[in-house]
């Protein structure tokens, strides 16, 4: 069983920044993919950024040369550099990635329970 756990989500005015962090534990062998999504109040789960374990990245078109993710392969960890935060950025921020736990194995995806991102006008 694999667990991602996020952290770092907080309130934080126009213009300002905030770092996510997402820690994965558990009977991990490796993780491939690994990527930041959120979900605003009454809209859907969007994708925001993807990070492959060659560190190849994605970004949606709203956050580009705002957020970097980045990941920490020894950590099983991703981040999240949020910059220039608007307050459309509002949304629980969640991770989620693809989990393998032995050779041969199929991978698992995983998600984190989310943290809460607020940006305020």
């Known amino acids: 069983q694999v667990q991602l756990v996020e952290s770092g989500g907080g309130l934080v005015q126009a213009g300002g920044s905030l770092t996510l962090s997402c820690a994965a534990s558990g009977n991990i062998f490796r993780i491939n993919l690994m990527g930041w999504y959120r979900q605003a109040p009454g809209k859907q789960r969007e994708l925001v950024a993807t990070?492959?374990?060659?560190?190849?990245?994605n970004y949606a078109d709203s956050v580009k040369g705002r957020f970097t993710v980045s990941r920490d392969n020894a950590k099983n960890a991703v981040y999240l550099r949020m910059n220039s935060l608007k307050p459309e950025d509002t949304g629980v921020y969640y991770c989620n990635g693809e989990a393998y736990s032995r050779v041969g194995a199929s991978g698992v995806w995983t998600w984190g329970q989310g943290t809460q991102v607020t940006v305020s006008s």
């Open positions: 990070i492959s374990r060659g560190s190849t990245t």
